[in-house]
């Protein structure tokens, strides 16, 4: 479904992510984990299209297609789909209309009609349930004066809503209590399936501990040091990180 | 009538029409007329030297070719499509100057007058002298000219309106009456051709009544008309005005309103201003406060695409204490338009346990536009609770980028930030048919505007 090769992305002429690659198949979970500052972020940021990253070299290829030749609307129509690490406030735009006019935008770019407002309402909350958000939250502004527990519901909502099949979950666990947490692995969970990929990106393994993905990388300095199975987390909470910066040194 | 097209030679025509018209009646208007003729005579055309119109440019105004009319009676017959049908209101329509009274009058309660002023100037002769033109003692109005050695204002615009006896509309609530329904007032410009159109309005709440008021702006068609407005609102004692502002004339008018409003003792005022159309459009609000515990909330929004200019100047004056004044609004701007927005509060020596606030929050869609902030807070007494601030900004790219990661487009999630920008002075009206007329015809200036490429592609 994915296939990274050999990608180097710098910002401002710093070079962040130094020749990474990553192949990742329909059905499978991948978890990246690494130290501060390793590129996790880039990565995510450059998948989903953000500004602000030069990709110097490499490829990028989702579903047999050039990923980084589209815009980032574009890539959402294609099903790509980044849980943010910190999801902005947007002040004055309603959360109900922003969720339908995301879902109706992906429906109308796969040719579908749009949903009416009546259907729509009982897919949100539905969903709304599923992630158990408080249904007042949907009738507030984007995030506004949302929790930092509430926000990162309010994302795994959006990937409930729109089905993406590549999700990319941004250190969506940083500063999550335990039941938030478990909602967020639920999340992940009930979208799991055969034709479906997810990238969860995270500094720790408590997460993981739910998810259990198939593939565990590690990503340092840029490049992807270790790949292997969930084994590989618990060796990580074992012995951190600093016994493979050190071989890599060696 | 009129047509002429340089050098303010409109305003010449005009002026050699009124020495005609100079009449000799002792009659209240008459006087405030004859007045108003001789000061306009010496008053000086509005320049940028002058603090009030620093950022407002008017030299075009007076190169256009208007025809020099104060009424039309011609082909008056309702323009019923003009309203707002989800409202259920008492009707009116302003139309070229000339006000017509759609609906049933019987349909009013007891002790509710509603009428044209050229009606009200008839039958509520001695009423409409006792209000009419009072608000001019508080402005000082009389000596102006010659006393100040630096022009600070010019006023041609209300002499101008003053000079001749205008239609508009009468209303007068008596003591004690609350109206359950609306009033809903349409100044139309109809047909196609260039007009000065001048009106005169006045509203009267008498002792603990109560009026909710929507008025509105449009045109027809595209005139290349100055309308020329001017509202005198009274709120007695414990009543309360709730009132409803849209400017929604196309852009090839040129607009300007000025309403006075004078609040006694524990009245209310709540005001919510939609400046939207003309090319040109200038609002001048002036509060004044006669007696303790009255309360104001003046919000709106003002929006300038496409080459518009978009002026709003506010004076709040507190002259009596523990009286409260809020003055909130936000503006969007785009492709080589101006807002200019200039907010005074005045609060005098005695004017102590004062609340008053003011904020203006510009959004900036586009680098070529302009954005004048002024706000002012002048305060003579000691124990108050002031504040003024202004702000102007761009969208936030991490919001944009949020959007369009969600599938949204890039022009759309700017259209849903910049509504969402002004939506929260648009969530404060009350009236929800209102509301909705509001955001629909945001919504459809920020589609136009798309045209032109406020919400293109930046790069």
């Avoid at chain 2, 523990?322 to 807002?339: M, P, T």
């Amino acid at each position: 479904m994915l296939t990274i090769n050999d990608l180097k992305v710098s910002v401002e002429n710093k070079d962040i992510l130094k020749g990474l690659s990553l192949q990742v198949n329909a059905g499978e979970v991948h978890a990246i984990m690494g130290p501060n500052g390793s590129g996790k972020s880039t990565l995510s940021h450059v998948l989903a299209g953000k500004d602000g990253y030069q990709v110097t070299s490499g490829s990028v290829t989702y579903k047999g297609t050039d990923l980084l030749e589209l815009e980032t609307e574009e890539r959402a129509h294609q099903g790509i789909f980044l849980a943010m690490q910190y999801p902005v406030e947007l002040p004055g735009v309603n959360n109900m209309v922003f969720l339908r006019e995301s879902y109706n935008a992906i429906r109308k770019s796969r040719g579908e009609d749009e949903l009416d407002s009546p259907s729509f309402l009982r897919l949100i909350r539905e969903k709304a349930d599923q992630v158990k958000l408080p249904s007042k939250l949907l009738k507030r502004s984007v995030n506004s004066g949302f929790s930092g527990g509430e926000k990162k519901r309010n994302e795994i909502l959006q990937m409930a809503l729109l089905e993406p099949s590549l999700a990319i979950l941004d250190e969506t666990d940083s500063g999550l209590d335990i039941d938030a947490l478990r909602i967020v692995a639920d999340g992940v969970n009930q979208l799991r399936s055969e034709d479906r990929a997810m990238i969860v990106v995270t500094h720790y393994q408590r997460l993981l501990d739910y998810i259990k993905p198939d593939v565990v990388h590690v990503l340092a300095d840029g490049q992807i040091i270790k790949t292997g199975d969930f084994s590989l987390v618990r060796e990580l909470e074992d012995k951190g990180y600093g016994w493979l910066l050190d071989g890599e040194a060696a | 009538m009129t047509i002429v097209a340089h050098n303010a030679e409109w305003l010449q025509a005009f002026k050699a029409q009124l020495a005609q018209n100079y009449g000799n009646s002792a009659t209240h208007f008459d006087q405030l007329r004859r007045q108003a003729i001789d000061a306009l005579k010496s008053e000086p055309l509005p320049f940028r030297t002058m603090e009030r119109w620093r950022y407002t440019p008017v030299d075009a105004l007076f190169k256009l070719p208007l025809n020099i009319v104060t009424a039309d009676p011609a082909n008056d017959t309702g323009h019923s499509e003009l309203f707002n049908h989800e409202v259920d209101a008492h009707r009116f329509v302003v139309s070229n100057g000339r006000a017509l009274f759609i609906g049933n009058a019987a349909d009013l309660p007891e002790g509710v007058t509603f009428t044209t002023m050229h009606q009200g100037m008839q039958e509520n002769k001695i009423l409409l002298s006792r209000y009419s033109g009072s608000i001019m003692k508080h402005q000082g109005t009389e000596n102006t000219v010659m006393a100040s050695p630096v022009q600070k204002d010019s006023k041609l615009f209300q002499y101008l309106n003053q000079s001749v006896t205008p239609d508009g509309v009468f209303i007068h609530v008596a003591e004690g009456v609350k109206l359950e329904k609306p009033v809903e007032i349409v100044f139309a410009k109809t047909g196609g051709k260039a007009d000065l159109v001048q009106t005169h309005n006045l509203v009267i709440l008498e002792k603990n009544a109560a009026l909710t008021l929507i008025e509105k702006h449009m045109d027809e068609q595209s005139s290349g008309s100055f309308c020329n407005n001017q509202s005198e609102l009274f709120i007695g004692e414990q009543a309360r005005l709730n009132h409803y502002y849209l400017q929604q004339q196309g852009t090839s008018s040129w607009h300007r309103d000025a309403i006075d409003r004078i609040q006694a003792a524990d009245s209310q005022y709540q005001g919510w201003f939609g400046c939207c159309g003309s090319q040109w459009s200038r609002l001048e609000m002036n509060a004044y406060f006669t007696g303790e515990n009255a309360h104001s909330e003046v919000q709106g929004i003002q929006l300038a695409m496409n080459g518009q200019i978009n002026d709003i100047h506010l004076d709040t004056r507190h002259d009596e204490p523990n009286c409260h004044s809020e003055q909130h609004f936000r503006g969007l701007v785009a492709e080589k338009s101006k807002i200019v927005f200039d907010g005074n509060i005045t609060v005098s020596q005695d004017a102590q346990k004062t609340i008053a606030h003011l904020s203006d929050n510009n959004l900036m869609l586009t680098r070529n536009a302009e954005v004048d902030a002024k706000p002012q807070l002048e305060i003579y007494a000691d124990d108050v609770q002031c504040s003024h601030g202004t702000s102007i900004g761009e969208l936030d790219e991490q919001h944009i980028f949020y959007l369009r990661s969600r599938g949204i487009s890039e022009q759309q999630a700017r259209r849903l930030l910049s509504i969402g920008f002004v939506s929260q002075v648009i969530e404060k009206i009350e009236l929800d048919a209102f509301r909705q007329e509001m955001l629909d015809l945001l919504e459809r200036q920020l589609q136009a505007s798309d045209v032109e490429g406020a919400f293109g592609v930046s790069r």
